[in-house]
């Protein structure tokens, strides 16, 4: 083991003298999502962040304070899950000095809070027709109420993008893989455009994380978190997070969100600190999983589609292959949600729903634990109908936040669930009774690829 303690030696001391992201250059993602953006408690060296629960701070004098005065614009707890999310988003190869991030009280209330930065009266915003439930009502009932006029379009068709933009537009809001239906934006395409038009590009990129794709990487001037999902990852906490590279917008960000009061609370922003230390193995256990079982559903004579990036047959696999894997890395990783439709329609659906015995029906998503919703009814249902159908959100569509338990169980709670449902003869033999077949989904192409 001596041919190591060089290199280890480096290591101890980037770790002690770490002050920020930019120390830690060129070292691997799991290492930055453990390390980076953190330090030890200068007053008593504890490693874990202390929970700052004060609401104010006693100032040395007049004008002069420790960088905090109210937690309602600032708080040190929350500060430190900033700099450690835009340590990781920023990466192992740097610029991470440009790279700041803003923590807020909800993933909504971050979206919002990027609108009334962005955007005022008589401006209009362009808005993946297939998008989380919340912002469709962000848009609809306060931002054009408020005289924002906003187009929603198929932004992974980059000419019906580049159509849309007008004069006008002063931000384009995409999320990829889009909420239920996994239908991909190619977020360079699109950035392409926002620079032409002079607009904003903003990702949502909850449903795959850093860990998988960085969008400003990418020419985003955003990327959205609902650190609620996989970043936290434990159902423990509500929170979001906006991380730019351009210091004029990030204050502009910050004197909204301390006008608004819509920071994080500290103790939720100390368990989401805790989070994103292990979400580099998690994310690639929730891929892997979904992976598994996107392939059994896929097999399945009981289910009519299947919508997950990492199959072989989805319509945008090469995009996935692109768009899913961080540049130092060789493989794709496609994140651990997935929708699909059972044969037998909606009657069929809500018996799946009801009958599946390991998944919780339950909104989340990105949990530990696997959860199962009805988006027409749960996650998407103040979308209008008309936009639903014209984006694919069916009413018998079913959305699988794939956890971290044992993926052939999940595969025999979801066999039995859907036999039942559809109540059919199985074609084929059923994988939780073959142990040849089960072997033969967890070792196909899809799963190597992951």
Known sequence: MTFLRPTLLTLA?????????????????????????????????????????????????VGRHKGYTYSRASNPTVAALERALAAFEAGRDGGARSHEAIAFSSGMSAISTLALATLRAGDEVIVSEVVYGGTVRLVQRVLEPLGVAARFVDTADLA??????????????????????????????????????GALLAVDNTFLTPAITRPIDHGADVAVYSTTKHIEGHNATIGGALVVNNPELAERLRLIRKTLGAIQSPFEAWLTLRGLKTLPLRIREHSKNASVIARFLEQHPGVERVNYPGLAGFPQAQLAWRQHRLPSSDRA????????????????GVRVLEGVRIPSLAENLGAVESLITHPVTMTHGDVPREQRERAGITDGLIRLSVGLEDPLDLIDDLDRAIDAAVRGDRAAVSISTSPAAAAAVLSGPEVAHV
């Not at 004069?167 to 620079?195: H, Q, S, W």
């Not at 990783?333 to 069929?348: M, P, Q, R, T």
């Open 160 to 197: 019906a993008v580049g159509s849309a933009v007008s004069g006008r537009t002063r931000l384009i809001f995409i999320e990829t893989p889009a909420n239920p239906t996994l239908r991909l934006t190619d977020i360079g395409g699109v950035a392409k455009i926002a620079r032409q038009a």
């Open 333 to 348: 990783l496609h994140g651990g949600i997935l929708s699909f439709e059972v044969k037998g329609g909606v009657e069929a």
């Open 13 to 61: 001391c980037l770790f002690a003298a770490h002050t920020g992201a930019s120390d830690l250059p060129s070292l691997g993602d799991a290492t930055v999502a453990v390390r980076g953006g953190r330090e030890a408690d200068p007053s008593s060296g504890a490693i874990l962040t202390p929970i700052v629960q004060s609401t104010t701070y006693v100032q040395e004098g």
